[in-house]
């Protein structure tokens, strides 16, 4: 599962990498825009899997693992309830959205919003490959999904589709995801549970908070960006924003091991070793982090150009403050793990805090790329702070 993992980081990696180059300065910020926007919406799907993972996992123990497909429907029939509606809210806002995004059509949020559909499904029936461990079939389904929106997406932005073509390869690869996993996912779609299955815990909310709170903090600043600034300008800034997103991706692995280890020593009342594990999280996150920050800090112009060609060389002065912010906030997802993991919910007034004073700061701003970065430093090097406070109290 690991190599499956890292294969669709690096698929998802290169397909952006390739968009810079194919789409140009315009088109790659309104792709990143539109991926931002995604993102925060998808959060509940990630709540969802968490909890068909636990019931699923559960049933297997009992030996009625070929009930997953019921406890499959249960769950699809509540995201198609939830992301039936986003979708619907997007058609209807389109327009809007398009023109406070400065795209060039609305159709594109169109296909953004059907993108979100397929990805918004697909976690749950990745759930239960997952609550079964069929770590084949599911690490097949994790490559899958990234390779199809790759080759779909590079096809058609090679054949002139432009953003459309890949937004359209977005949809691709979570359609396909999602085919993939449901027809890994056994029968007995029919079946009968015997407890049922409650998604929408007060556990699950919270989750569902800090995890969006969390995901804001990354893409705010780029939504308000492309709002704010020409086109072109946006691009740079977005290539710099993805440069310094490189950082979450080298530190990503941290908060998956950290996660479950914290919940068992916290189940076992081992908090003295919890916070030790907490330790030695964050200090990998630093020896990870510290080199891609020196060789950022060394040789900006170059990062850009090697990873997004010479036309984005121009943003090669962002690429600084943005890597430290992103630095902060690798720190920052470490310390909510932490938190999350020992059932402590208290981040999230914090993280919504910041999410929104990140946001009007941008405002205040008006988009000024030159300073919107110092604003992620500033929230980032504050909740560290707070979120270390909350950790140390055991």
């Given amino acids: 599962m690991l190599l499956a993992s890292t294969t669709a980081n690096a698929l998802n990696y290169l397909y952006t990498l390739l968009m810079s180059r194919s789409l140009g300065l315009e088109g790659y910020g309104s792709v990143v825009a539109l991926f931002a926007l995604i993102g925060i919406a998808a959060v509940p799907t990630g709540v969802v899997q968490n909890v068909v993972v636990d019931a699923t996992a559960r049933l297997a123990a009992q030996g009625l693992g070929t009930r997953a497909g019921a406890l499959l429907r249960v ?26 995004l400065q795209l060039p059509e609305p159709s594109l949020v169109t296909w953004a919003g059907l993108a979100l559909f397929c990805a918004g499904l697909a976690p749950a029936a990745l759930g239960v490959l997952q609550g079964l461990q069929r770590f ?10 990234p390779l199809a929106k790759l080759g779909v997406g590079v096809a058609l932005v090679g054949l002139g589709w432009g953003v459309h073509g890949a937004v359209v390869g977005a949809v691709a690869g979570a359609a396909l995801a999602l085919a993939t996993a449901l027809f890994f996912v056994p029968a007995g779609w029919m079946a009968r549970l015997r407890e049922p299955v409650v998604f929408l815990t007060p556990t699950s909310w919270r989750l569902a908070g800090n995890l969006m709170a969390f995901t804001g903090l990354l893409n705010l600043d780029v939504l308000l960006v492309k709002h704010y ?3 072109s300008e946006a691009g740079l800034y977005a290539a710099a924003s993805t440069g310094g997103k490189v950082l979450l991706f080298m530190t990503g692995a941290i908060p998956a091991v950290l996660f479950p280890q914290v919940i068992t020593l916290h189940t076992r009342g081992q908090a003295a070793e919890a916070y030790r594990v907490l330790q030695r999280a964050l200090g990998y996150t630093l020896i990870l982090i510290a080199p891609a920050l020196a ?25 600084r403050p943005l890597a430290l912010g992103m630095a902060g906030f690798a720190v920052v997802g470490a310390l909510l793990t932490y938190q999350v993991g ?14 929104v004073a990140e946001a009007l700061g941008v405002v205040a701003l008006r988009g000024e790329a030159a300073w919107v970065p110092y604003v992620l430093i500033v929230v980032a090097a504050a909740l560290t702070w707070v979120l270390w406070r909350l950790a140390v109290r055991r």
């Fill in 75 to 100: 769950a699809l029939v509540r995201l198609v309830a939830l992301y039936g509606v986003t979708l619907a809210l997007i058609l209807t806002g389109s327009t809007y959205l398009a023109r406070f």
């Fill in 136 to 145: 084949p079939s599911l690490g097949l389904t994790t490559v899958l999904g």
């Fill in 229 to 231: 600034l020409a086109p």
């Fill in 295 to 319: 060789v950022y800090w060394a040789a900006p112009a170059l990062v850009m150009q090697l990873l997004f060609g010479q036309a984005y060389v121009g943003a090669a002065p962002l690429l």
């Fill in 342 to 355: 020992r059932q402590r919910f208290d981040c999230l007034p914090w993280l919504a805090a910041g999410a």
